[in-house]
């Protein structure tokens, strides 16, 4: 890239950058979020425990790293939002359209996840001030609450602490944010798996994460092992493409990209450590679905001592898991509308966040389905948009992403800045490898291999 396009893509970014610390805190913050906690428990449960959890760290480390790294590589490359990053790297036509769907794709995410975001901080509310173990029916009292318009005004309220966060830049915002929370995020993490380990019967749940029977695994499980590490992993979403435009010019990113993963399968793990003991603890089923967190859980923190606050701090742990995760959400589509429509980036902060919660009103209020009935089909709107989002619109940008920049994209290797042997390792699984099993776990999705797994 010549010098003048360099100089415009900084400035195109705002000439605002991360620190080489506070990007990784930014990716992890990313990276570390509710599908740990809240997708992550019953997937794990419902394919085979151990064994789905070995697949997960596998396609974590063989697939899910190298599409990061080469998320990355792009954003560092164009160093612009998503589209523009596309359009500079190449001169064919097409690819700022496709970056297009990994701007949509965050979007639609965050008008859902926010949704989560706020549930996590009601229940910390609620917990904290013991409201909720005034009555022992939990799955009531999760119904009483998602049947109502409240989840609007939580969403709301996540959606305004995320804004908040980034209207103040990406140093001065979305880097001190999650230099803050991050930290806190450890501790708790810590506390919560010393009590759960400590609990009557908590070795049961570790042998379940962690002794593997590698008669439960199965193509279909690892399928589902790869979706969820691009999910753990914020791929496909356009936010490390550009988080990646943010990035100090020396970062390395192989250093950068081990780091992340890293720290996205410690969370992961240290999570396990704390659903399955609990669970297995008080005789909970870890593979009854995503009412585990807030059904299941709360019934083992009522039991426990000092559970009133063990409960509140879980959530808080959950809530800012999924702040620093609905920060990276927000920014893909601000850093595409300020570019596009040269606003300030407030304006844009604004009508992004007003955009992403209006369209999340109708996830906000349909899983309850106590009000206005939004069920289409087999599933709640909430549900489409979780399937859409997840299943279909993530592994197409993770596609998108291999293609480009196995077979588009020239100057990789510079924007990676890694030693021969490894690029050309990095290289063989983004061309190849990468692809392949995504557009597999694509069909999967699609329900065109049900032929082979549901026979
Ligand atoms: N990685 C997050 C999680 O596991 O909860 C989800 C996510 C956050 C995906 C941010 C994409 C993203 F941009």
Redesign the pocket.
């Known amino acids: 890239m010549d010098e003048h396009k360099q100089e415009e893509g900084t400035k195109s970014n705002g000439g605002d950058q991360f620190s080489k610390s506070g990007f990784i805190f930014a990716a992890i913050g ?11 428990p019953y997937i794990t449960g419902k394919y085979g425990g151990a064994a789905f959890f070995l697949m997960f760290i596998i396609c974590l480390l063989a697939v899910g790293l190298p599409v990061l790294m080469a998320e990355l590589a792009i954003g560092k490359g164009g160093r612009g939002s998503v589209s523009t990053s596309f359009n500079r790297l190449t001169r064919q036509k097409g690819w700022g359209a496709l970056g297009f769907l990994m701007i949509l ?2 979007f639609l ?2 008008s859902f ?1 926010s949704v989560v975001a706020g549930w996590t901080m009601y229940y910390a509310v609620q917990s904290f001030t013991g409201r909720l173990f005034n009555s022992a029916d939990y799955s009531a009292q999760f119904g009483s609450f998602i049947g109502s318009w409240q989840p609007v005004w939580w969403q709301l309220l996540a959606m305004v602490l995320t804004a908040a966060v980034i209207i103040k830049g990406v140093s001065g915002g979305i880097e001190k944010f999650n230099k803050i929370l991050i930290p806190g995020l450890v501790i708790l993490l810590l506390a919560l798996v010393v009590r759960a380990l400590t609990l009557d019967g908590a070795g049961e749940g570790v042998s379940f994460f962690l002794r593997p029977d590698f008669s439960k695994l199965s193509a279909e499980s690892a399928l589902v092992a790869l979706g ?1 590490a691009f ?10 493409i550009t988080y990646g435009a943010y990035v100090d010019k020396r970062q390395s990113l192989g250093a950068a990209t081990m780091a992340i993963g890293l720290g ?1 399968l410690l969370y992961a793990f240290l999570a396990g450590l704390i659903i399955f003991p609990t669970s297995f603890a008080y005789g909970i089923e870890p593979s009854q679905g995503a009412g585990l967190v807030f059904v299941a859980l709360p019934a083992a923190f009522a039991a426990m001592p000092f559970g009133s606050l063990f409960g509140g701090l879980f959530f808080v742990l959950l809530a800012f ?2 702040l620093t ?2 920060v ?2 927000l920014e ?1 589509p601000v850093a595409f509308v300020r570019e596009k429509f040269n606003w300030s980036r407030s304006l844009s902060v604004v009508v992004v966040t007003l955009l992403v919660f209006l369209v999340g009103i109708p996830s906000a209020i349909s899983v309850g389905g106590a009000v206005g009935g939004l069920q289409f089909g087999d599933k709640t709107f909430f549900d489409w948009m979780d399937f859409i989002c997840s299943n279909i619109l ?1 592994p197409l940008g993770g596609l998108i992403v291999t293609i480009f920049v196995g077979w588009v994209w020239k100057n990789a290797a510079e924007a990676a800045g890694l030693k021969s042997a490894w690029f050309n390792v990095w290289l063989f699984m983004v061309r190849y490898i990468a692809p392949i099993l995504v557009v597999l776990v694509l069909l999967y999705s699609a329900g065109a291999l049900d032929f082979l797994f549901k026979g």
Do not use: E
């Open positions: 990313s990276a570390v979020g509710l599908g740990n906690m809240w997708k992550f794709a965050p995410i965050l996840y969820h999910f753990s992993l914020s791929l496909g979403m356009g936010t490390m996205d898991a999924a995760s609905t990276g959400l893909v993530l």
